[in-house]
């Protein structure tokens, strides 16, 4: 989560009943994005990773982002405090 080149604000995602306790984390790296809106299309590599960067730049930037994004930081300090 948290794509983009800074990597303070990265945290893994968390799968199973155990969250908080520092296990179940994974990191999800996304090669490949089949879009069906506004038309078919397949991103990789380099192309999949700038659309992902734009789009997470975008929701950061948003006004939901300003009142998400903080929170979001917070839990990621959070979790990383906790490995």
């Known amino acids: 989560m948290g794509l983009g080149p800074d ?3 990265r945290f893994d995602l968390r799968l ?3 969250k908080y306790d520092g296990q179940g ?12 809106t506004p038309r078919a299309l397949t991103l990789r590599g380099a192309d999949c990773k700038e659309r992902c960067e734009r789009w997470m730049r975008h929701a950061q930037q948003s006004a939901w ?7 979001l930081k917070e839990l ?3 979790l990383q405090d906790s490995d």
């Open 25 to 36: 984390g994974v990191r999800v790296t996304p090669e490949e994005i089949r879009l069906a």
């Open 7 to 9: 990597e303070t604000v």
């Open 65 to 71: 982002g300003s009142t998400f994004w903080p929170v």
């Open 76 to 78: 990621a300090d959070a």
């Open 16 to 18: 199973g009943g155990v």
